[in-house]
């Protein structure tokens, strides 16, 4: 059974300022970036996630899945998030509790 991943997205920049300052040119060169990902991820995405808003510096979050860390690092290496200046990915594995 594959292994699930939370995937957060780091930036030095909020995703809402991002949002807000990006012209529609920009806007949509970065949703054709992650779409292109999408599509080579495939079923490897669990739950593409969304944009999140707070103090910290986490801006997103997306949840795969894969048979190893390795997998999901290869399926990351040339995630459009590592264009960003500032930006950097964190993996954390889910861990299945016991008896459940």
């Known amino acids: ?19 807000e300052e990006a ?7 970065g949703m054709a970036a992650w779409q292109a990902w999408m599509e080579t991820a495939g079923p490897a995405i669990v739950d593409f996630g969304a944009p999140v808003a707070g103090d910290g ?5 997306s949840i ?25 990915i964190d993996v954390l594995e889910f861990l299945t509790l016991p008896g459940m």
């Open 64 to 88: 795969l899945q894969g048979d190893s860390r390795q997998e999901i690092d290869g399926l990351l290496a040339e995630h459009p998030h590592r264009h960003a200046p500032g930006a950097s």
């Open 23 to 29: 012209s529609p040119e920009q806007a949509a060169a």
């Open 1 to 19: 059974m594959p292994t699930k991943f939370l995937v957060l997205y780091r930036s030095s920049v909020g995703a809402r300022e991002q949002m």
């Open 57 to 61: 510096d986490v801006s997103g979050f």
